[in-house]
């Protein structure tokens, strides 16, 4: 079985602090692990995957994460956040060896303030 | 070009009515998904084509009926459909391989009244 965990429903920063979105994973297998964004009444757009190939990320729009299998974690991060960076934010977990079924947590809304 | 295209973007149908959503890439991936996603919850898998064929089925009721004419398309029939029904339908595409990125469409608001 396999699933992640979102800490934090709701994440407030200030425009240019530090964006950290948590995400704990769970998997019987090595796992492929994504985080998505969605803007407001728009489909979901990949930020970045991790795949085995290296366990820092870098994404679109400044993002990145880090894979920490001894602490099972796909945080997600931004040095300065900014006003276009309010949206919901999924971490996804895709177990390996050709299953196709991806599972999201429960997503994180960030809210960025001026 | 990555892109998923989804028609309608809204639907609005009795709950008699008979309806489709439809579903287009044309990035020769061989998987296709249908997601159901509430307001405020994270997307829901629905079904799962790989090269045409339905994969995965995650208990959907019969009320919703998939079908994928061609490895380009992916249809999704509604009929006598129920108010909690109502949620943005996403559909999305992958070349099929675990670690491959799923690329989602921008959705199909659909409401039963």
């Known amino acids: 079985a396999q699933s992640v965990t979102q800490l934090g429903s709701h994440v407030s920063v200030s425009e240019g602090a530090l964006v950290l979105l948590r995400c704990n994973y769970s998997?019987?297998?090595?796992?492929?692990l994504f985080w998505y964004v969605q803007y407001p009444n728009q489909g979901l757009q990949l930020l970045l995957k991790?795949?085995?190939?290296?366990?820092l990320v870098k994404g679109i729009n400044g993002f990145e994460a880090e894979f920490k299998k001894s602490e099972t974690s796909f945080h997600l991060t931004k040095p300065s956040a900014h006003m276009s960076d309010a949206a919901e934010y999924f971490c996804a977990v895709r177990a390996g060896g050709g299953y196709q079924k991806v599972t999201f947590g429960i997503g994180t809304k960030l809210q960025v303030i001026p | 070009d990555t892109e998923v295209t989804q028609t309608p973007k809204h639907l609005v149908m009795g709950m008699t009515n008979k309806k489709s959503l439809k579903c287009e890439q044309h990035m020769g991936h061989r998987a296709m998904y249908w997601y159901k996603q509430k307001a405020k919850k994270p997307p829901e898998l629905m079904f799962v084509y790989s090269y045409e064929k339905l994969s995965i089925n995650e208990s959907v009721p019969s009320r919703f009926s998939p079908e994928c004419p061609n490895s380009s398309l992916l249809n999704l029939h509604l009929h006598a459909l129920q108010p909690e029904d109502s949620a943005l339908y996403l559909c999305?595409?992958?070349?099929?391989?675990?670690?491959?990125?799923?690329?989602f469409g921008e959705g199909s608001w659909l409401t039963v009244v």
């Open positions: 998997s019987s297998v090595p796992p492929y």
């Open positions: 991790y795949t085995s190939a290296a366990t």
């Open positions: 999305a595409s992958s070349e099929g391989r675990s670690g491959n990125t799923i690329y």
